[in-house]
């Protein structure tokens, strides 16, 4: 099995930021993908911004230019800086992973629990 943590949420002002960090651990053999989805309120959940083991960076365009991810492929984390922060970036943010479990020997999504960001105007 693989879990996510995340950490790094919180309450802040409109125009501030904050450091989102997830890592993964247990049974992994390897990691294709990591990422963020966010739920906001009455929406559905909606991809963020992801990372390849290559490196490979993608963004909703509601957050280009504000957030940036990044990945450690050794310690197995993704960390997403958010800067210029909006009310309407309030929601719970989720930890995505693809990965592949050594035990069963499969590619399968993982999530973490999720973590609050609330932007006050």
């Known amino acids: 099995q693989v879990q996510l943590v995340e950490s790094g949420g919180g309450l802040v002002q409109a125009g501030g930021s904050l450091r989102l960090s997830c890592t993964a651990s247990?049974?992994?053999?390897?990691?294709?993908?990591m990422g963020w989805y966010r739920q906001s309120p009455g929406k559905q959940r909606e991809a963020v911004a992801s990372?390849?083991?290559?490196?490979?960076?993608n963004y909703a365009d509601s957050v280009k230019g504000r957030f940036t991810i990044s990945r450690d492929n050794a310690k197995n984390t993704v960390s997403m800086q958010m800067s210029s922060l909006k009310p309407e970036d309030t929601g719970v943010y989720y930890c995505?992973?693809?990965?592949?479990?050594?035990?069963?020997?499969?590619?399968?999504?993982?999530w973490g629990q999720g973590t609050q960001v609330t932007v006050s105007s």
């Open positions: 247990g049974s992994i053999f390897s990691i294709r993908i």
């Open positions: 995505n992973t693809v990965a592949l479990d050594k035990v069963g020997g499969r590619w399968a999504d993982y």
């Open positions: 990372v390849t083991a290559g490196v490979s960076t």
